[in-house]
């Protein structure tokens, strides 16, 4: 099936006589309980609610994260300890040809991205960074300190792994958000059979034969 794409049909006399010609698709990528996974024994969660302090979550995604860790004022809240490092990961299969893709991230204290084991973004340095909420330099969990990554360099056919090292450096709050897409041309694209534009204009001469028998 294609999805966000443009797509063409040939019908004659009620058969088709050309599949369905797709020329772009589009992958939605989103940070969620459902599509993110992480290394440790715990499942992925939606932090709600979120720490206020951090940027809104990026349309279409939720803040995340392995524990309830997102709003220090919230019920049950838990701080991950300073050290620790855990890797979300979502995957995705482009079926076709990858021609571009970006994504926005943000994350508390900070986190690094791979993509099929291409280092796309590094995480924030420590030195000269105060952590006054989050990591002061990207990628951190405000909007000015978010990121914007292009994906298109280690896009590849077929599975396509990213990776995002969310690391506590300076205590209390922690979690992942991003959202992005990734546009591809689809492996097959249908043309017509040899002889199809010949069978196309079969209707045409046989109506052309009997105006001329009137």
């Known amino acids: 099936m294609c999805l966000s794409s443009l797509c063409r049909f040939l019908l004659l006399g009620g058969l088709s006589v050309a599949s369905t010609v797709c020329f772009a698709d589009t992958i939605t990528l989103a940070s969620s309980a459902i599509e993110t996974s992480n290394n440790t024994a715990d499942p992925t969660i939606a932090v709600t609610p979120v720490d206020p302090h951090w940027a809104p979550a990026f349309a279409g995604s939720s803040w995340v994260s392995y524990v309830n860790s997102g709003n220090p004022a919230g019920p049950a809240f838990v701080s991950p300890p300073n050290g620790t490092s855990v890797i979300f990961t979502d995957t995705f299969t482009i079926d076709g040809t990858p021609t571009a893709g970006t994504l926005d991230v943000l994350a508390d204290d900070t986190a690094s991205v791979t993509l099929n084991g291409v280092l796309l973004m590094p995480m924030a340095a420590t030195s000269g960074n105060t952590y006054t909420l989050c990591s002061d330099f990207a990628i951190g969990c405000l909007a000015q300190t ?50 199809t534009f010949g069978l196309l204009g079969i209707p045409l001469l046989a109506l052309l034969s009997r105006r001329k028998r009137q």
Do not use: H, K, R, W
Request: net charge negative; charged share 10%.
């Open 146 to 195: 978010g990121a914007s990554i292009n994906l298109s360099s280690a896009l590849q056919p077929g599975v396509n792994t990213l990776s995002f090292d969310v690391m506590q450096d300076a205590g209390v709050a922690f979690g992942l958000d991003y959202a992005g897409s990734v546009n591809y041309t689809p492996a097959m694209i249908a043309t017509p059979e040899p002889g």
